[in-house]
């Protein structure tokens, strides 16, 4: 079974067979010790009639006793390891399906780091999170086919062959019947991974819901929109629940086929068997045989039906999961590139491979026309959020960008290095369980000395005060046990510990009161003397500290300068700050503190 430590290899991601194959490919041993474990046990169990038979006709019938213990004792053999041959086809057979249950773990996790940013852009989490609990079960769920399925197609054609030397007749009663079966099952197998991937489709969609009305519940409140979400969850709900019942009635006709048409098989042999025998043309050791015979293939017949049903819903659950890893991930370079080597510089999509800039250096987006000089605090304001935040994506390379580092293509520049000096600080990036110095740790060690004055440039004290055991204070996942001001400002702490050459914050204070974000923009320019520091920004408070803004309209910088000076001359950026203090809270002191820095 694969280790949590080893490289689960390279998926096939042609298709959800082509996915199911290259699991068994990654195993090719076990996978054959199953199939030859599965049919040693099903053979075994078909070899116990044949030895019952004989026990009948050598040995009760003409009074034998010596041919009578010794078919007896055979029979103790064989059944005795056959126990053990089917305890070691459980255990292969399980070790088949864990493998192929992590390794599929392994490549879904694996991918989806490499996907990185670019992950929530080209798929939602419901997506993810479907795949990781239901089709990761599913495909293992699916590789039964290596072990049963292969024993039951063995133990058919020698049971068939143990007939015949009994019964032509017999024989090719059996012989016909799975190709029956195949044929009432085949139309049905097609229509479930139909219904299967719609209703899989629907889940996802719903799932992402659950995800956004948890998330947004208070804000739905707030506006008065729970009831008309809840109507509409209800009726996706609804729909989901009849595609659900169109499933199950597909799976249900697939299991009642699988236990009744062996029974169904198994009356029409021992039927042809008994009149046979009471034609005299079969002995009784031979009657008893042919209804073991077929009693035995009840199980391996319900395996080949339960295999097609395990397979069809095994290749639906691959198919999404070769959807996730044919995602690719930001590029770390790119190519058709018209490049000036010697500079660096270029006006394709890429230029190759070029290292980072050594010492700090200029980030230009020539989009926008933002230019941001390395150890200051620069401010972007615009009135549309996603403008300003396009901005920051480029600069952060979270997307295509024509952005500058030093006059190269940040492009060009290795992802690994990009990541190492520049982070984007979003202020809703996730955060994960943990007690709240992990969380704010991230994946360093950070020092006590380190937090205490991360904790404090980020006016945190009191979070950390007010936990029942601090820093070792455990913390939900996305931090729903904390309030919005105190998630934004775990946030900040954890991007200033991160302590990157270049911090990008997105609206590191939008939902802090006047009184707490006025000693956060003092902390923070103090704490990032020296570093790059870009923040997006309407307020009043945090632009004051800003040693340069860049008012930008219709994602095009207007206007540059200190916030005071923009403030007398640009009409524009002088409303859009003063509507900020105005629509702050006046219980909290907002407005009074926004108007005091406009004025």
Not at 202 to 218: F, S
Not at 299 to 319: E, K
Not at 360 to 380: E, F, I, K, N, Q
Request: with cysteine; hydrophobic share 45%; glycine share 12%.
């Amino acid at each position: 079974m694969i280790d949590a430590y080893e490289d689960p290899g390279t998926p096939d991601s042609r298709g959800g067979w082509a996915y199911l194959a290259w699991l068994v490919r990654c195993q090719p041993w076990r996978a054959l010790a199953g199939a030859v474990l599965a049919s040693v046990w099903m053979v075994l169990m078909a070899v116990a009639p044949y030895l019952l038979s004989k026990a009948v006709d050598d040995g009760l019938e003409p009074g034998d006793t010596a041919a009578l213990a010794g078919w007896t004792a055979a029979l103790f053999a064989v059944g005795a390891f056959n126990a053990w041959v089917s305890i070691m086809r459980h255990r292969t057979m399980t070790r088949v399906r864990m493998d192929g249950y992590f390794r599929t773990t392994k490549v879904v996790v694996g991918h989806t780091l490499r996907l990185g940013a670019a992950l929530p852009r080209q798929v939602g989490a419901a997506e993810v999170v479907t795949i990781g609990v239901s089709d990761v079960h599913t495909i293992a769920g699916a590789l039964t086919v290596i072990g049963p399925g292969v024993g039951s197609v063995v133990v058919y054609v020698f049971v068939a062959g143990l007939l015949l030397s009994v019964s032509p007749l017999l024989a090719v009663v059996v012989l016909l019947g799975m190709p029956v079966v195949a044929v009432l099952v085949g139309p049905l197998m097609s229509r479930l991974q139909g219904t299967e991937t719609e209703y899989r489709e629907r889940q996802g969609v719903l799932t992402a819901r659950i995800g956004d009305l948890a998330g947004g519940l208070r804000v739905l409140n707030g506006l008065g929109g729970k009831e008309l979400f809840a109507a509409s969850f209800d009726r996706d709900s609804q729909r989901l629940r009849a595609q659900g019942y169109r499933v199950g009635a597909v799976t249900s006709w697939m299991q009642a086929l699988g236990v009744g048409l062996p029974t169904l098989f198994l009356a029409v042999v021992t039927w042809l068997a008994a009149r046979l025998a009471a034609q005299g043309d079969l002995t009784v050791g031979e009657l008893v045989s042919v209804y073991g015979y077929v009693a035995v293939l009840i199980g391996p017949v319900a395996f080949l039906v339960d295999m097609g049903y395990q397979l069809s819903r095994g290749v639906v659950a691959a198919r999404r999961v070769v959807r996730l890893l044919r995602l690719k991930p930001a590029p770390d370079t790119d190519t058709d590139t018209d490049t000036d080597t010697s500079t660096g510089t270029g006006t394709g999509t890429g230029t190759g491979v070029a290292d980072a800039p050594v010492e700090p250096s200029v980030l230009h987006d020539p989009v926008s026309g933002v230019r941001v000089a390395p150890g200051r605090l620069t401010a972007l304001v615009g009135a549309r959020h996603t403008e300003v935040t396009a901005v920051v994506d480029r600069l952060g390379r979270y997307g295509p960008t024509d952005a500058t580092w030093g006059g190269v293509r940040l492009d060009a520049v290795p992802l690994d290095q990009v990541r190492d000096r520049i982070l984007v600080a979003d202020n809703e990036a996730d955060l994960f369980a943990g007690s709240l110095r992990e969380v704010v740790g991230g994946r360093r060690a950070p020092s006590p000395a380190d937090v205490g004055r991360a904790v404090r440039a980020a006016a945190a004290d009191d979070i950390v005060q007010g936990l029942p055991e601090g820093l070792e204070s455990p913390v939900t996942a996305q931090g729903r046990s904390l309030s919005g001001g105190q998630r934004q400002r775990v946030r900040l702490v954890r991007a200033l510990l991160a302590d990157p050459g270049t911090l990008l914050a997105v609206e590191p204070t939008s939902a802090l009161d006047a009184h707490t974000e006025a000693a956060v923009a003092q902390r923070l320019r103090a704490a990032r003397t020296g570093r790059t520091t870009v923040v997006t920004t309407t307020s009043p408070l945090l632009l004051a500290q800003a040693d340069t803004v860049h008012y930008l309209v219709d994602g095009k910088v207007t206007a540059t300068g200190h916030h005071h000076d923009l403030l007398e001359r640009e009409p524009g950026y002088r409303s859009l700050v003063a509507r900020e203090s105005e629509d702050s809270d006046p219980e909290t002191g907002a407005g009074a503190g926004a108007e005091e820095v406009v004025r």
